[in-house]
């Protein structure tokens, strides 16, 4: 592994069916974000963690799920699929947070039908 | 609320500069980031500023004004390779980024 990757690369899902997103990092990066990107909208924090053992709400967090049990994964869950949650998730990372700059993962579409 | 505004898209020549805008209202600054991302790609760090003026990396300089919030993104020597979207992103009071929309950037021979 180098850098971010992120797992599936596309995927379509019912509406009401769970799924999880994979993140993983082999940066020893502390921070870590999920984003989704809309046409037209910037990215919009969805959930973000500082440091393992601790996760924090964004912008947009409304069925949404994260754990951060260890330094290197960072996974993403939607417990029951909507379809307005049709967009393009990217992962990233970032050493200390803040300033740092932050590394994407390659990014997961996903579709809600 | 928190704003950031970016023009949706521009054209330019190869060999041209071109520069693009970013103008913000956010609760606290801690920064302004310029990511590129090319279509279907994921968003680089291209820059970061904290302090007012202009940081010259190469073909690529930002500029920020704090009192005014604004910073510009110039791009000289212009290659096809450019062409990409061009993410503004400021750094607010709880050190989370929000992001504009991002500049559409079109390079033409």
Redesign the interface.
Known sequence: IAGITQAPTSQILAAGRRMTLRCTQDMRHNAMYWYRQDL??????IH?SNTAGTTGK??VPDGYSVSRANTDDFPLTLASAVPSQTSVY?CASSER???D???????TRLTVL | GQNIDQPTEMTATEGAIVQINCTYQTSGFNGLFWYQQHAGEAPTFLSYNVLDGLEEKGRFSSFLSRSKGYSYLLLKELQMKDSASYLCAVLDSNYQLIWGAGTKLIIKP
């Open positions: 037209g909208l910037g990215l919009r924090l973000y964004g912008e990217f947070g803040g300033q700059e932050q590394f994407f993962g390659p990014g």
